[in-house]
């Protein structure tokens, strides 16, 4: 089992920055990619970012590639997601997932891949 931990999320206005983090622990001796995904208020969740377990792939929705950068630290039980320019269409619950996989350089983009998910942060951008 590993259990993941939002934090970073709040309340910012357009234009401005903020930085999500997520903790894995438990069994985390494993390789496993992990990912980033928002829920808007009665939208489907959707796929942001993700991240393989060797740091070295990464993948970016269209609506936020060049403004949102994924990361992992150095531990790899940590993964980070650096949120430029913001805007109010990124008002969402933002959740962390981790997914067990035996190919280090793969990167997971559906939420039926992964296997664990955190309690979600509260990202509210206003105009």
Known sequence: QVQLVESGGGLVQAGDSLRLSCGASGRTFSPYAMGWF???PGKERE???AISWSGGQSHY???VKGRFTISR???KNTVYLQMNSL???DTAVYYCAAAWSRNPAIVLVTTR???Y???GTQV???S
């Open 117 to 119: 998910w955190g309690q």
């Open 47 to 49: 796929f942001v970012a």
């Open 73 to 75: 630290g150095n531990a």
């Open 38 to 40: 928002r829920q808007a």
């Open 113 to 115: 891949e992964y296997d």
């Open 87 to 89: 805007k109010p269409e």
């Open 61 to 63: 929705a269209d609506s």
């Open 124 to 126: 509210t951008v206003s």
